[in-house]
């Protein structure tokens, strides 16, 4: 992007960023609703995010999408933050106002409740959770899965510190909810859950699944949070052990229809949007 940035007033901005499915969701969502909203992505330098945003905002931008690997880099720069935001200490949404200042918020846990309860069809209340990972994108979850009040949710992760680290920054919410909230090294798991949800980039290191496929109660839903070929042994591992399996294209698209209508005011209609998404990826693989 220019510093004029091409006319673009959102964008998502992340390194690495061409494979970004964004720009497509948000410029399908300003058709379907009307909005004038023109989104791009930008390539910011690893150390740049600071400076790149307040570039983007002296060109015109109102809001962006931030991922990896700026997310605890935006909640830093905002003088405004969300709950979601402190409680997970990063942010995927920022909105910039006109007297600079910048509002945060996280609307990933947001996207993964909405796939999970509406898209899926499966109920979070009462359950027991199993979350794999404790890093950026466990962090952004947590919150909103307790609020949908489940029996407990188990955080494994390899390193037990920031498994327990995590938990305990939520401890609050999870007394408000009455959920049981603990904290396990991935090797120490026990039990089985109705929903097993893979936080970490285990596919992309070769290894299926990051778990024993003794964690899967009948008929669990397993989730990965990436999608396409990322998720696809993790995918594979799941559906050979009985257990119903979802990506996280509904979740990439339901917390980017949050972000528009934290932006513009106007919720989009992220299930049209989803449905045309997946057809079109499965079109382009064959399928």
């Known amino acids: 992007m220019t510093q004029e940035n091409n006319g673009h007033n959102y964008c998502v901005m992340g390194n690495p960023i061409a494979h970004s499915r964004s720009p497509a969701i948000h410029a399908r969502f300003a058709q379907l609703t009307g909005e004038p ?18 570039d983007f905002a002296r060109s015109g931008g109102q809001g962006c999408n931030v ?50 309860t509406r898209n899926a069809q499966v109920r979070i209340e009462g359950r027991d959770v199993l979350l794999i990972g404790a890093g950026g994108a466990a962090a952004g979850v947590l919150g909103p899965l307790l ?21 305990d920054t939520h401890a609050q919410v999870a007394r408000e909810t009455g959920a049981s909230l603990q904290a396990s090294a991935l090797q120490a798991i026990t039990g089985d859950f109705d929903i097993v949800i893979n ?49 996280g294209l509904g979740m990439l698209v339901e917390q980017a229809a949050e972000s528009f209508a934290i932006w513009r005011g106007v919720r989009p209609p992220a299930a049209q949007v989803l449905r045309e998404l997946r057809a079109e990826l499965q079109a382009a693989a064959g399928r």
């Not at 909203?37 to 307040?54: K, S, T």
């Not at 609020?147 to 938990?167: C, F, G």
Request: hydrophobic letters at 45%; charged letters at 25%; proline letters at 4%.
């Open 37 to 54: 909203v023109r989104y791009g992505r930008l390539l910011v330098p690893l150390e740049g995010f600071e400076q790149a945003l307040r």
């Open 67 to 116: 991922t990896v690997p700026f997310k605890l880099d935006a909640a830093r720069c905002a003088h405004e933050k969300s709950e979601r935001v402190l409680l997970a200490g990063a942010a995927n949404t920022l909105v910039l106002h006109d007297d600079g200042r910048i509002s945060a918020d996280n609307t990933d846990g947001l996207g993964i409740v909405a796939d999970i």
């Open 147 to 167: 609020r949908e009040r489940p029996r407990s949710i188990v955080i494994a992760n390899r390193t037990l510190e920031k498994a327990r680290h995590l938990a």
């Open 199 to 247: 936080g970490t980039a285990s596919s992309l290191a070769g290894a299926e699944s990051p778990v024993p496929a003794s964690v899967l109660r009948k008929g669990a839903l397993a989730y990965d949070m990436m999608y396409g070929p990322a998720a696809q042994g993790f995918l594979d591992w799941a559906a050979r052990n009985g257990a119903v399996a979802r990506d």
